[in-house]
């Protein structure tokens, strides 16, 4: 009797053991939640709160911006950012790339409808290329640019001036992987005309990289060292980086003196490629705003479309979109108008601008509208609008107030555009773009 009870106690507990595995199983065979959609097609609309160096952004999508409002109370995805987030959207809008800038890290993410974003990965840039204030563009659905350059003053015997050492740090992003692609270099020694380098000319900022052909292009902040003083002065004339692609080799500075100032700008882009594969860059500097032509790796110096004098006033920008065709838009500070404090920069120091513009630019014509849009703009850390079936969107609105996604057609020359959605905003928030 004792030998059967063991019997029927040790089949119970296997029995047990059975049924425990069993669910186990049948918990294990059920079908993994699927992930969210990704969402293809819809506009992406950028925020920011806070217009000092400390900032949030936040992006939300929508699937139509001619109707309704546009609002970031208690909405949108909050970016990574320790300043604000420089934010780029594939062709379909289905996938975001975002640069921590401060930080060199660069998120991926995929979009999935409204403000809910899926977190793929992030790649630490600013391992490879030696520096976390490392720059990001998107080049095309396939690469991106990741650059920086620094500049450091020369002297002999400690005390004799020669000039500036440049290095550049620039890699090309593979966005697939999310990982810098084979002949990424922290060690770029970038060399200006020996005359210009002794008179102090050096190169102390490159962004909105673009390519055409084997040639990769990069405006550039020019600056001039004046070793009697110690400090920087206004600049003659403007620089472009040119490597040679996709080897990174190469490195040459092209210039000009047709025009003067900076190509680099700061959130918005600067350059584009047309229709014949050249570049048209904007050079900003001494209350002027060109935009001018490097064709076969050098500046051509027939071309100069001059949007201060067909304006008519003062004007600086920060970059510009090109719609085709010799068609483009540019927002512009009207420098005719008073500055007033707008925020603080970086150092916490205050910072001024004056009311900011719209004009539709015909490179081909030499013709320009200046666009109706609303007063007391600052676009100053505007980064992207959207040309899409025709239509030029952007958001237009003061700091901290009201307003309206803009849409003009490209063919048209009438000043007024058409209002789309209303877009609110609060104390010291902005739009800063749509993708």
């Keep these: 009797m004792k030998t059967k009870y063991l019997k029927f106690r040790n089949v119970l507990a296997i029995s047990v053991m059975a049924l425990t595995v069993f669910a186990s199983c049948s918990e294990d065979n059920d079908e993994p939640t699927p992930p969210p959609p990704v969402v293809v097609k819809d506009f992406q609309v950028a925020f920011a709160s806070g ?14 911006l001619s109707t309704g409002e546009i609002s970031f109370s208690n909405r ?3 970016m990574t950012s320790s300043r604000t987030a420089r934010v780029f959207v594939s062709t379909d809008g289905s996938t975001i ?7 060199g890290t660069i998120d991926k993410l995929t979009y999935n409808g409204g403000d809910d974003y899926t977190h793929i990965t992030t790649l630490d840039a600013s391992i490879p290329l030696g520096s ?9 659905d396939e690469i991106g640019s990741v650059h920086y350059i620094a500049a450091t003053a020369v002297y002999e015997n400690e005390t004799e001036y020669q000039k500036h050492k440049i290095t550049a740090s620039i890699g090309i992003l593979d966005l697939q992987t999310m990982q810098l692609r084979e002949g990424f270099n922290k060690d770029i020694d970038v060399v200006i005309d020996a005359e210009l380098a002794a008179q102090g000319y050096f190169i102390s900022r490159i962004d909105a990289p673009v390519i055409s052909g084997n040639k990769l292009y990069y405006g550039a902040a020019v600056s ?3 070793a009697s003083s110690g400090r920087n002065e206004a600049t003659d004339r403007a620089f472009t980086l040119v490597l040679d692609y996709p080897s990174l080799t190469n490195a040459t500075v092209i210039e000009t003196t ?11 882009p600067t350059q584009h490629k047309n229709e014949a594969g050249e570049i ?9 705003t060109h935009i001018v032509k490097i064709r076969n790796g050098q500046y051509d110096s027939s071309f100069d479309y001059n949007l201060s004098a067909l304006l008519n006033k003062g004007t600086s920008s920060n970059g ?8 483009g838009y540019i927002p512009y500070e009207d420098l005719s108008k008073d500055r007033i404090q707008t925020g603080v920069n970086p150092q916490g120091e205050p910072s001024y601008s004056a009311a900011w513009g719209l004009a539709r630019m015909d490179l081909n014509n030499n013709t320009v509208v200046d666009l109706n849009v609303p007063e007391n703009l600052w676009l100053t850390q505007y980064q992207t609008a959207v040309i899409r079936d025709g239509i030029f969107y952007i958001t237009l609105s003061p700091i901290g107030g009201s307003g309206n996604v803009y849409m003009f057609d490209i063919t048209s020359t009438n000043p007024n555009g058409a209002l789309g959605a209303k877009i609110t905003s609060g104390a010291d928030q902005y739009y800063v773009g749509i993708y």
Excluded: H
Excluded at 132 to 140: A, E
Excluded at 280 to 288: D, P, T
């Design 51 to 64: 217009s000092g160096s400390i900032s949030g952004t936040y992006l939300q999508g929508l699937s139509d």
């Design 320 to 327: 510009w979109f090109y719609a085709g065709n010799g068609i």
């Design 132 to 140: 976390k204030t490392v720059r990001f563009t998107k080049l095309d």
């Design 76 to 78: 949108g995805y909050s």
């Design 224 to 226: 001039k060292f004046n």
């Design 258 to 268: 047709k025009v003067k100032g900076s190509s680099n700008g700061y959130r918005t």
């Design 280 to 288: 048209l860059q904007m050079v900003s500097g001494s209350n002027e």
């Design 97 to 103: 790339y975002s640069l921590n800038y401060t930080e």
